[in-house]
């Protein structure tokens, strides 16, 4: 079989990517080989058995509770995963949520702005334990995998909710300490997993996200805190939804700073002046990521809630536990579980509509409104006019 040739997009981004040619070859090659997965788990019950799992060396900014695991090995085929042990994804995933380590005072009350499957708001959870948990899922269709694991992973103190960020801006301004917006993006990332992907390196493409991302980070950084913390991710690798996103947000929000995250210290974006880290295919640690953590300036003052924010679940609320079985080649990263049934009813009674009333019909008289009898055609239709 002929050897597929790299599509033009795709070596122009590397020229930009790259200033070293050996680099730009392996960036390449590592993306048409679609060969890049490396999977992870994030322990929340640290059970014996667990440890006997094949696993990958440890890395020395690795968290603690995280487990890079050897490719052959099935984590969602193991008893203890439906028992909610612990969570499966991407290490790349695992990358990009470290970044939120480096914060100084753990936070008290966490919101995912796009959380849906749920691995950077699982990360936070076992990494602070936070008083409360809000994810949020805008996209609706996706908030019953986003309840199933949570409830299946036992996340205590978490809350689901399926608002668009504008109404976050509005409602809840200044009330979490650390706001995670791991953003819809091109996902150029998916071809060195494999997936036909070359779309995600249109411009038209590029532009629509980008526009996108602008719009979640002007409307979640109304919701931080002073010295809360913010942090950015994308599964894409365009400087325009990336380091471009953040010197635009930067420049129009003085407040918000970039810092420093010094574990990912050899990770760091030669493309900006403000810290922010980049993962590649070609490293091996995952298809390959980007983050940066940003804080707004001032003394961190938590107040209590005056009333409790809304939800449409909470951690505690009846879930059902079936699931469909598991296809056996199911993508590792983010696991996407099929929607729960009740989390399905839970998302519709909470989001749906209400019908507007009928008016009521005024009776007419026995020779209708306009004293003409109301005899049917022979057609049995209505007759026009």
């Known amino acids: 079989m002929p050897k597929k040739e790299p599509p033009e997009p795709l070596l122009k981004a590397a020229e930009t990517l790259f200033s070293d040619p050996t680099e730009r070859v392996d960036f390449v090659e590592a993306m048409m080989a679609g060969e890049s997965r490396e999977q992870a788990i994030i322990v929340l019950n640290d059970r014996i058995e667990i440890k006997a799992f094949p696993r990958h060396r440890r890395l020395k900014w690795q968290p603690e509770f995280v487990e890079r695991i050897a490719d052959d090995f099935r ?45 950077k708001a699982i990360f936070a959870y076992r990494a602070f334990e936070p008083e409360v948990l809000y994810c949020n899922e805008s996209i609706r269709k996706r908030a019953g995998a986003l309840i199933a694991n949570l409830d299946r992973c036992k996340i205590e103190r978490s809350r689901v909710w399926s608002a668009d960020p504008s109404i976050y801006s509005k409602e809840f301004k200044e009330t979490f300490d650390l706001v995670i917006c791991d953003v819809p993006c091109s996902g150029q990332s998916l071809m060195a997993k494999g997936e036909d992907a070359h779309e995600s390196f249109f411009p038209n493409e590029i532009d629509k996200n980008v526009g996108r991302q602008r719009r979640i980070l002007g409307n979640a950084v109304r919701t931080v805190t002073p010295g809360g913390h913010m942090l950015y991710a994308t599964c894409t690798f365009t400087t325009r939804e990336n380091e471009r996103v953040i010197e635009w947000f930067l420049k129009n929000h003085p407040a918000m700073e970039a810092v420093e995250v010094p574990h990912l210290a050899e990770f760091r974006s030669p493309l900006s002046a403000f810290p922010s880290y980049r993962l590649y295919p070609h490293q091996n640690l995952g298809a390959g990521a980007f983050v940066c953590l940003l804080k707004k300036k001032g003394e961190v003052l938590i107040e209590p809630l005056e009333h409790e924010l809304p939800y449409l679940w909470r951690y505690g609320d009846e879930v059902l536990s079936k699931r469909p079985h598991q296809a056996e080649e199911e993508p590792i990263e983010e696991e996407k579980l099929p929607v729960e049934l009740t989390a399905r009813q839970i998302v519709r009674a909470a989001t749906a509509k209400p019908k ?16 003409a009898r109301q005899n049917k055609p022979p057609s049995g239709k209505r007759k026009r006019g």
């Open 75 to 119: 984590p969602s085929k193991h008893p203890l995963y439906e028992k909610g042990a612990y969570y499966s994804l991407d290490f790349s995933s695992v990358f990009s949520a470290s970044a939120m380590l480096a914060i100084p005072r753990e936070p008290v009350r966490i919101l995912d702005m796009c959380s849906s499957p749920g691995g």
């Open 356 to 371: 507007p009333e009928k008016r009521p019909r005024r009776p007419l008289g026995p020779r209708g409104r306009s004293g």
